[in-house]
Every structure is written in C-alpha cells, then in structure tokens.
C-alpha cells in the first residue's frame, strides 16, 4: 500500500522540495497552501492533489485532512510547513501585524497537528513533521518569527510524550537559511554577508531522515552544506524533584 502525505506551503520551498521527493518515492501527496497558482502548479507536476487552503483556519485544515482521507484512504505523513516572515517587530508593532504571523505560524500548526490527529489514532500510529527554523532555538533580528518558532519547538517536545501511546511520532525540523519565499526580500543582503543559503532540497532531504528515524520529540538542525543532526535535548531537573 503506498503511503499518503499532506503538506502544507506545498506550493514552494521546503514544502515543494518534499513533495518532488515524497513523489518520487512513490508517495500519494496532497498539497495544501493559500497560493493557487502554485500550489497547483506543483500538484499537477506530480499528479497530487491540490487543496487552496488557509492554515490559519482549524476548518480548512480538517477540510484538506478530509481531501486526503476521501482521495487516498489514509493519511501517512503529515509535513506542517506553512509559514511566514514576522510582519513587524517592537518598534512598528501592530496587533494585526502579530496575529497574522502568529496565525499562519503557531495556529496554523496547531490547527494541522488537531486536524489530523483524529485519522492517525484510528489508523494507530503516523508521523507528523513541524517545520520550525534556527531561530526557534537561538534568536533572530526577526522578532516575532524567532518567537513563534520557539513556540513550535515547545510543542513538538511536550506533544511527543502524550502522542506516543497512539503510535504518533512529531518532530521539527529547524532548517537555517534556506532558499524560500521567507528570505526573499534580502537574499541578496544575506549573500553579501557571506551567509551560506541552503537548497529546499537539503531541507527535504532532512524530512527524509527524520521520518526514517524512530524519535519522537526531537528538534532537528539542518544548514547548507550539512546532513541533518539531531539536537541533544538539555537535562534540566526543576529544584525539588
């Protein structure tokens, strides 16, 4: 039986890359991302399916869970990698502009992570990928970026434990800089500083990895030029126990 992937910012990116690879593997994909012109180009280059959506929205990702479900059967994989840059920081801070960063970033993965979890228990077991970022383990210039990332490396360690009796693996993938419509508006600088840019497909090739793993909770690094490696979690014991 071949397995069936969902994902979400399939249509560029990391999420592109994963999909050509998933494809190539012999994987069913349902592609999921609020840009129509892509998203559909790179389902009808694969032969997946594509569903417009707004991950932002807890319907619409149960919609495309249901796409997934009523199209395949099944739903294997699940890569919650839509995203979007901080849309201002403290000194342009706007309640608007935090909420849509917000919105796409941390709801749009809960709402994902609570869309599918219902098909992966009745199936017993399935494995759900987070695209978080460096800057959810160090910092970034990027404010509100770096903090919802932070928030997703909370999640996907403290999901883990209550996930595993369902046979539910999560992890997140914490890529550097990588060759996304996130960095767009200054390639060109971060080049200059001698940044070294990572390829989608070094991204993807990380997924791959951890889906070949058998951890659960794990946050894994990946820059250019490097294999993926996973983070040692730090041994904090809280005074008392």
Same mark, same amino acid.
């Given at each position: 039986?071949?397995?069936?992937?969902?994902?979400?910012?399939?249509?560029?990116?990391?999420?592109?890359?994963?999909?050509?690879?998933?494809?190539?593997?012999?994987?069913?994909?349902?592609?999921?991302?609020?840009?129509?012109?892509?998203?559909?180009?790179?389902?009808?280059?694969?032969?997946?399916?594509?569903?417009?959506?707004?991950?932002?929205?807890?319907?619409?990702?149960?919609?495309?869970?249901?796409?997934?479900? =009523?199209?395949?059967?099944?739903? *294997?994989? @699940?890569?919650? &990698? %839509?995203?979007? /840059? $901080?849309?201002?920081?403290?000194?342009?801070?706007?309640?608007?502009?935090?909420?849509?960063?917000?919105?796409?970033?941390?709801?749009?993965?809960?709402?994902?992570?609570?869309?599918?979890?219902?098909?992966?228990?009745?199936?017993?077991?399935?494995?759900?990928?987070?695209?978080?970022?460096?800057?959810?383990?160090?910092?970034?210039?990027?404010?509100?970026?770096?903090?919802?990332?932070?928030?997703?490396?909370?999640?996907?360690?403290?999901? =883990?434990?209550?996930?595993?009796? *369902?046979? @539910?693996?999560? &992890? %997140?993938?914490? /890529? $550097?800089?990588?060759?996304?419509?996130?960095?767009?508006?200054?390639?060109?600088?971060?080049?200059?500083?001698?940044?070294?840019?990572?390829?989608?497909?070094?991204?993807?090739?990380?997924?791959?990895?951890?889906?070949?793993?058998?951890?659960?909770?794990?946050?894994?690094?990946?820059?250019?030029?490097?294999?993926?490696?996973?983070?040692?979690?730090?041994?904090?014991?809280?005074?008392?126990?």
């Amino acid at each position: 039986m071949k397995r069936v992937a969902l994902i979400t910012g399939g249509g560029s990116g990391i999420g592109a890359a994963a999909a050509r690879r998933f494809a190539a593997r012999g994987m069913r994909l349902v592609l999921v991302d609020r840009d129509e012109e892509r998203g559909t180009a790179v389902a009808d280059e694969l032969g997946s399916r594509f569903v417009a959506a707004d991950v932002g929205s807890l319907a619409d990702n149960e919609r495309a869970v249901r796409v997934a479900v =009523a199209e395949f059967g099944r739903l *294997d994989v @699940v890569l919650l &990698n %839509a995203g979007v /840059p $901080g849309r201002c920081g403290l000194a342009d801070f706007t309640e608007l502009s935090y909420r849509d960063t917000m919105r796409t970033n941390v709801d749009g993965v809960v709402y994902g992570l609570c869309a599918c979890l219902p098909q992966l228990r009745r199936q017993g077991g399935g494995s759900v990928v987070v695209t978080a970022s460096l800057a959810g383990i160090t910092g970034s210039p990027d404010l509100f970026y770096a903090t919802s990332k932070h928030a997703l490396i909370g999640l996907v360690r403290s999901a =883990a434990p209550q996930l595993a009796a *369902d046979g @539910v693996r999560i &992890n %997140a993938l914490c /890529p $550097g800089l990588v060759d996304t419509p996130i960095i767009a508006g200054y390639r060109s600088s971060l080049e200059k500083a001698g940044l070294r840019i990572a390829d989608p497909a070094e991204a993807a090739t990380a997924v791959e990895t951890i889906l070949a793993d058998g951890v659960s909770g794990g946050v894994w690094v990946v820059q250019a030029g490097r294999p993926a490696s996973l983070l040692p979690v730090p041994e904090v014991v809280p005074a008392g126990w």
